[in-house]
């Protein structure tokens, strides 16, 4: 099916809608002259063909709600609509913040409930819900590390992270004006104890720890890896990028974390990409709690919520107002729906998953650590190797079977990485369906690796030059290119 761009059928003759003049007040000052354009250059376009466009154009991405999406550390587990009709209440969805702030004590409680859950769940003292994303998370959580070490007067210039850590750990680092250092992974996958030790100089900040980390192993030294930090002056931090394999089953609080960040379009279901807004609470211990971003929420003396701006060693705001309210609305739906029980049964279900992938697949797809695993399984492509298939060709051609990749080459310390989640929320038939396939991949690779060097071959767009794109990107509208 070809799909004509949608500037390609515009018809002068169209009678179209048109842009009401303003109506706001004179003293609202608008945008200077110079921004302005008299005129638009938009394609006039009936209505029917403007919905078919989009509507043709959405069908040629693949998202979860049209297929599985097993890309490995990024959870991409199913949103309920549920959630999605609760953030768009009017009582919810028509608010200002601007709004006297008695006229939206409702936000407030449900705020003040979702940080106390989040206390719960996580094991830390206080919350923040502020921050925009996981990365934005990071970022606060370095700030705090920062501000924790200054008050006590102490100068420390690195972080630490391990080899296999995500790639927005090393930049929130640099960002918040740190030295990243890498510490070396065992053989076992874990964090060399030893490499740790070595590295735990005074001039240590933080070490930032993903657990369970991105090779889907849980750090099962990490109470001792605790207290070697905590004995260098340093501070434990936990990227909870992964905490879809731990909620309801273990706490990072419990095992020596002073600071985590939580991603709510990971493990609390509010919706992932499409570049809309997004969140990443942190939640500290008692001790980092006046670091927090203002403001903070407080009972007043008529019992009723407002915010405290008044906390000096606060480290300000990171985000507009108090965050991205909509995705706080729809984390709070999701845990009020399933409540402690069914957050357990989220994280044991994500492991029975992911391990049940690793089992049917690791005689036909190497294994670089042959260990239980959890929310995740990393394998490697070496297997098929031997016709010249990298892990690239494997996952071009799973596009044609109408699955959506898997994360490839990362961790980099695995070679062609293939890294699969499959969460909690695919069905034993899903699975089964994606086991076969990938079998077949495997026979392919073997009996017609041409096959898989040339894929993908059912998709709207065949293989691209990659290399090349990424070095001499164009994007520009051409009238004359069309999808097909």
Not at 116 to 122: A, D, K, L, P, V
Not at 256 to 285: Q, Y
Not at 361 to 372: N, T
Request: charged residues 20%; contains cysteine; glycine residues 8%.
């Amino acid at each position: 099916m070809s799909i004509p761009l949608i500037f390609t059928l515009d018809k002068p003759s169209l009678r179209c809608g048109h842009i009401p003049e303003s109506d706001a007040p004179d003293e609202i000052p608008g945008p200077p002259d110079e921004l302005l354009r008299r005129e638009l250059d938009l394609p006039r376009v009936a209505e029917p063909e403007v919905v078919r466009h989009f509507v043709n154009l959405s069908v040629l991405n693949h998202h979860v709600d049209r297929g599985f999406y097993p890309l490995g550390s990024c959870t991409m587990k199913y949103n309920p609509k549920v959630n999605e009709s609760l953030a768009a209440l009017p009582g919810f969805s028509g608010l200002h913040p601007h709004q006297p702030v008695s006229t939206y004590q409702g936000a407030l409680n449900l705020m003040e409930t979702l940080e106390r859950w989040f206390c719960e769940i996580t094991g830390m003292a206080a919350v923040t819900l502020q921050p925009a994303a996981g990365s934005h998370g990071e970022l606060t959580g370095m700030f705090i590390t920062h501000a924790y070490h200054k008050a006590r007067g102490d100068r420390r210039r690195r972080v630490l992270i391990p080899d296999s850590a995500h790639g927005t750990n090393p930049a929130s680092i640099v960002m918040a004006g740190y030295e990243s250092v890498p510490v070396l992974s065992d053989a076992r996958g874990r964090i060399d104890l030893e490499a740790l030790k070595r590295e735990l100089t005074p001039d240590v900040a933080a070490l930032m720890v993903t657990n369970p980390n991105t090779l889907g192993l849980f750090e099962d030294r990490i109470g001792e890896i605790a207290d070697a930090v905590h004995r260098a002056g340093a501070l434990l931090y936990m990227d909870g990028a992964n905490m879809n394999a731990l909620v309801g089953l273990a706490r990072p609080g419990d095992m020596g974390f002073d600071i985590v960040h939580l991603n709510l379009h990971k493990t609390f279901s509010t919706p992932h990409g499409g570049g809309g807004p997004g969140s990443g609470p942190v939640a500290v211990n008692a001790e980092l709690e006046p670091f927090l971003p203002l403001p903070r929420i407080r009972h007043l003396e008529d019992k009723s919520l407002g915010w405290d701006w008044d906390r000096p060693d606060s480290i300000g705001q990171m985000h507009t107002f108090y965050g991205n309210f909509a995705m706080l609305v729809r984390a709070a739906a999701y845990i009020r729906a399933l409540g402690s029980a069914g957050l357990k049964r989220v994280a044991e279900t994500a492991i029975l998953n992911a391990n049940y992938l690793r089992a049917m697949l690791k005689d036909a797809y190497k294994l670089p650590y042959d260990d239980l695993c959890m929310h995740e399984v990393v394998f490697s492509a070496d297997n098929q190797g031997e016709k010249g298939i990298k892990a690239v060709d494997i996952a071009k051609r799973l596009l044609d079977f109408g699955y959506h990749a898997p994360t490839i080459n990362f961790p980099l310390i695995v070679h062609q990485a293939l890294m699969i989640e499959p969460t909690e929320t695919e069905t034993l038939e899903t699975l089964e369906g994606f086991v076969r396939t990938m079998l077949q991949i495997d026979r392919e690779a073997r009996e017609t690796p041409e096959v898989l060097h040339e894929a993908p071959h059912n998709t709207p767009v065949s293989r691209l030059d990659e290399a090349t794109a990424a070095r001499q990107l164009d994007i520009c509208y051409r009238p004359d290119v069309y999808v097909s």
